[in-house]
């Protein structure tokens, strides 16, 4: 599966030009600029036969900001490469687009699923073609967006992991011990425990395309989703907080995104009062957070950041972390706030032991 956002592709751009807190100026924008068509063709033509099939996600858009005698050319611009690859179209119900799709199926023939506000699916539509149907419900069995961006970052997720990302006890490295235990190779981390291998964000994120991938699944987890009037002016948390540098790695593309505020609150350590007492004249006292994590292994590294949070006063919303090893879990947040974009332990054969 190959999934194309517009949206990013239009907060790319900004980024680009300079703009700091693209959603704002996209907020109440309507898709369709010659510019917007521009970006889908080139992102459709970079579309491989083995990604099939392709998705184009326009569920954040209610509006179509296309001159009427120039709909057809936009349709059929996204007709082929979706007939090729057996996509479809995620779409807004009652928008625009969707009634654009509807009227135009005779001649261009898009399968698409719609979607309310709240991201509930409304219809799968496929014409009056009831094997085109079965297909797309086959292709497309979530009931929700919210699952659907789940599953996508997941398998997004998964292919940084092949991407240098992992480092091992096998290979050479400046960056930890390597020992053996039992005949078998581990790591030696700081704390004294050992690990099969580390997975490294920094390392995973090289291309500035796949941080921005990866940043743009995050902020769907920090808004609860993307929606053109909801958008920058209401969230359930003001404050994005990270707990070390490789999280921070991310969380500056998140807000250069959002523009939402960022702290970071590294190498915490043993937490005498007098700290305790100074940091609660920061920002963060009172604050609205959400903790972005890049890994989390057993747990306890996250409740040393919330033990931190609660003393000064920080309401901590919800944890987002990028690579769930699911060894152990937090004690200081209900599994109802953790929201893992990727469980990978099985895949990588993750081992997290003492001596």
Known sequence: MKVVDPLKLAIARELRSGQFNPLARLRDYDYGTLQHERDLRLALEAILPHESPAVIDFTPFSALSIAPDRVSAFLELMASPLSSSDGFALVRGESKLEKALREEWSHVHIPFISFDREG????????????????????FPFSTLLEFRQFWSDRLFRKYLSAGGIILPTESNGFFVKTEIEGK??????????TSCYLSIKHMLTRPQDLLDCAYEVTYRLLGGYCD??????????????????????????????????????KVGPIPAKRISAARNTVL???????????????????????????????????????????????????????????????????????
């Open 120 to 139: 509930n699916l409304v219809e799968r539509f496929a014409g009056h073609n009831s094997k085109l149907l079965v297909d797309l419900q086959t292709r």
């Open 229 to 266: 009037d909801t958008i920058s002016h209401t969230r359930d948390v003001d404050t994005l907080v990270v707990a070390n540098q490789s999280s921070l790695f991310v969380a500056a593309a998140v807000q250069a995104i959002t523009g939402i505020q960022l702290c970071v609150i590294d």
């Open 285 to 355: 006292s009172g604050a609205r957070a959400a903790l972005l994590a890049e890994v989390m292994a057993t747990g306890a590294e996250i409740d040393k950041a919330l033990m931190v949070l609660n003393a000064i006063d920080t309401e901590v919303c919800q944890v987002i972390c990028c690579f769930n090893l699911s060894i152990g879990r937090p004690f200081l947040v209900s599994p109802e706030s953790i929201f893992s974009l990727c469980t990978p332990r099985e895949e990588i054969r993750y081992v997290y032991r003492s001596g």
């Open 185 to 194: 190779p581990f790591l030696q981390m700081d704390n004294g425990m050992y």
